[in-house]
């Protein structure tokens, strides 16, 4: 059995406000995500390993450089076998991918007008990187829509109705 944190985050920079804006007006189109918090980011915590899209690519961080007040983790549990090899191998694969601010127009896209946009393979934002992995373990995350269309606020919509909530303590000691 393998056990992902999916980790949000309610960021306080510039960058993260732009983002909050676009997530706050998607939200008043397409109706509450069902979860009393909005998401600016999003990365994915395994194995003892934490890795998120930023600037310089999706790489591994350190997950206690969050305020835990500032953070939602949902825990997923993946049984089969070979779902397992298929989310490692994806995992892996995207390690090093670069950052797109391209798939932030897509987000944006999809969250207020429902036009699907997708971005080249080799670049994506936070949650289309967790998106990809997350549908490689095997879980359905809004069915086909194009994974750089989906915004952290949509994903913790459907990653809070399958998975459970957690606390920031056990992300970071998740081994």
Do not use: W
Request: net charge negative; with cysteine.
């Amino acid at each position: 059995m393998r056990e992902l944190y999916v980790v949000f985050v309610h960021g306080n920079g510039l960058f993260s406000k732009s983002i909050q804006v676009f997530e706050e007006a998607g939200e008043a189109l397409r109706g509450d995500n069902g979860v009393s918090f909005v998401p600016t980011h999003v990365g994915l915590a395994e194995q003892g390993k934490f890795q998120e899209a930023i600037a310089s690519g999706f790489v591994g961080e350190r997950l206690d450089r969050y305020k835990p007040e500032d953070v939602r983790v949902y825990k997923l549990e993946v049984t089969n076998e070979d779902a397992i090899a298929s989310g490692d191998q994806a995992f892996n694969s995207i390690l090093g991918r670069d950052y797109s601010p391209r798939a932030l127009i897509c987000g944006a896209a999809y969250s207020l007008f429902g036009v699907e946009l997708s971005n080249p393979e080799n670049e994506g934002d936070c949650s289309e990187d967790v998106t990809d992995i997350l549908r490689a373990y095997g879980f359905t995350i809004d069915g086909t829509v194009e994974s750089s269309s989906i915004t952290p606020n949509i994903l913790i919509g459907i990653v809070a109705k399958i998975g459970q909530e957690v606390s920031f303590e056990e992300a970071l000691n998740n081994k």
